[in-house]
Each structure stands twice: as C-alpha cells, then as structure tokens.
C-alpha cells in the first residue's frame, strides 16, 4: 500500500458518518477549549479542521484527563478518558482496521472483536472440557496493559498496517498513554480506555495465540485472561511452562497469584461464571 492510503481510507465520508454515528450520544467535550453544546452548533467546522490537522500533519493529541476506579484486590486502576476529538479520530481508524484484524486474529480469540463476547468464551470452554480436556491452566498476564513494551509493539503495528503516516498519529497517543518509561528510555503501558487500546492488546497477543496453535494447546482467551485445556496434570503443566516461555519473549509474564493448573469443577471461576465438573 501506499504511503498514505489507509489512513486516507480512514477520512472518507462513510467512514466519518459511521464514526459520527456512534459517537453522537456521547456527552464529551470535544476538546478543552469547546464543549459539546458548541460542538453541536459547529459540528461540521470541528470535523472538517480535524481533518485538515490530520492530512497536514498537524493533528495532535489533547491532554488524557484520568481517572482512578478500585480494584477487587484493593489496588486502584487509572483510566484514561480522551476528549471527543481524539475518540472520534480512532473511532474512525478502529472501523477501518477492524476489518483487516478479524482477518488476522485467531478464533479463540474473544475479547473486543464484532460478534464475540463472554457467553462465546463460555461456550467454547465448556465444550472442551465436555470433550475431556478438563485440566486447565487458569493464567493471568501480570499487569498487561501497564507492561506492554513501545518498541515491540509499534513493529507489530508496523507489519499490520504499514502506512508511516497512520503509525505516526497512533505513536503519538502510544507516548501520551505510555504509564512509565526506564532509564534507558523504553516506553512501556497503553491507556485503559482508549477506543484503540483492546486492538492493541489483541495484535499484541496475536504472536501468543499462534504459537499455542503451533504447539497444539487448546486454548481460549479473553484479553489477558486465559484458559489453556490438557486431558492429564502433567501436559496442563507442560502446558503452563510453555506458555510461560512465549510470554517472556514478548516481554510479558503471568501473574503468580492468579495462575495454576486445576481440574475444571464448579470452585473454578472463568470470566466470571463457573466452570462444570468434568464428565465421568
């Protein structure tokens, strides 16, 4: 593709309308210096300078306002809420990259995407424990959206998308969302809450889910919760190394606390319902 033409497919009218459609219940500013009533009246002029900004290079992010929300372990979350003006632009990119990602991503896959959700997960997990696979290793990415490397996360971009001046807007809201940085300079963390986050977290991933196909383990997973399936102990723990294994390549790593290798019984909890005993 050329250098500009997806994000170019980005601007074009449907997708403006299909994006506007979405948002228009919305009751956020639209950026720090216009509310939503002077949206209203204005509506077309906003957009259409958004756009200039955009294909001049001129478009910047506005300031996240944040917010914290309790977490059941007592710890508190940050969420970052973006103005409309921002919402809109990559609710505008999401319609477009979408499509090309449900290309790309596995089937057990569920979390964020069109036409997935929970009951899907449920569905399939329960499936494969009926059909004997009832040891799992229940697992949990520590800190995942906090850890995700900068650096190896724009060359996952890089490969999907490939179009230097959609990669660089979305780098510029990588470095405002980015939660702390090392002495070395590495960048790490995405905002919770941003319209584009869970397709990053999904891409992100991607590498894992195959490299589970690969190696044969069953699995499903729901964002950074996730169910590996064995028919004994001992592959559910073989299982779990691997696992371990792929997710330090990707700079990434379970989390103690929330992960260990159990037969599915109704004292096991996924997404939060519970698992069936297995079959006799």
Not at 20 to 35: A, F, I, N
Not at 42 to 68: I, S
Not at 79 to 102: G, P, T
Request: charged share 30%; aromatic share 8%.
């Amino acid at each position: 593709m050329a250098r500009s033409d997806l994000l170019e497919s980005v601007l074009q009218p449907g997708v403006l309308d299909e994006t506007w459609r979405r948002l228009r219940t919305e009751h956020t500013p639209w950026s720090k210096g216009v509310d939503r009533d002077q949206l209203e009246q204005h509506l077309l002029r906003h957009v259409l300078e958004l756009l200039g900004d955009v294909r001049a290079n001129r478009y910047r992010p506005e300031p996240l306002r944040q917010f914290t929300i309790p977490k059941k372990d007592g710890h508190k979350r940050v969420i970052s809420a973006q103005f409309l003006r921002d919402k809109f632009l990559q609710r505008a990119i999401l319609i477009v990259l979408e499509e090309r990602a449900e290309q790309l991503f596995h089937v057990d896959s569920y979390a964020y995407r069109p036409h997935r959700g929970v009951q899907d997960a449920l569905r399939k997990a329960r499936e494969r424990i009926a059909c004997g696979l009832d040891w799992l290793v229940d697992a949990d990415i520590r800190q995942f959206f906090d850890q995700i490397p900068h650096a190896l996360l724009r060359k996952k971009l890089k490969a999907f998308m490939e179009d230097r001046a959609l990669l660089g807007i979305m780098d510029l809201w990588l470095k405002q969302g980015a939660h702390h940085t090392s002495l070395l300079g590495n960048s790490r963390g995405i905002s919770q809450g941003a319209i584009l986050s869970p397709l990053m977290c999904n891409l992100y991933l991607h590498d894992f889910d195959m490299a589970l196909e690969k190696a044969n383990i069953p699995f499903v997973r729901y964002a950074d919760d996730f169910l590996l399936f064995a028919s004994s102990k001992v592959l559910a723990e073989k299982a779990l190394v691997y696992a371990g294994e792929v997710l330090r390549k990707l700079n990434m790593e379970l989390h103690a606390d929330k992960t260990r290798v159990v037969r599915s019984s109704p004292d096991v909890w996924f997404l939060g319902e519970r698992l069936p005993a297995p079959r006799r």
